[in-house]
């Protein structure tokens, strides 16, 4: 996969036949490497497991296995 490939299997599509990209691809169309890197901690953060104070990140201490 080059810089400017994205892997999407053919099975993803709507029914007008549309590909159908998902929240981290629009990301890296949109700007690159760093953008998915930013999508993917909101995504931790939002569901509790990273907590992020100012430009710092930090764990959250899990309380299952």
């Known amino acids: 996969m080059g810089p400017l490939h994205a892997d999407i299997p053919h099975n993803r599509t709507d029914r ?3 590909t159908v990209l998902d929240v981290y691809e629009v990301a890296y169309l949109a700007a690159g490497p ?3 890197a ?3 901690l909101l995504g931790l953060r939002e569901r509790g497991q ?3 104070i100012g430009p710092r990140t930090a764990g959250i201490p899990s309380s299952g296995p």
């Open 34 to 36: 760093q953008r998915v």
């Open 38 to 40: 930013q999508v993917a």
């Open 16 to 18: 007008r036949g549309a």
């Open 50 to 52: 990273v907590g992020v």
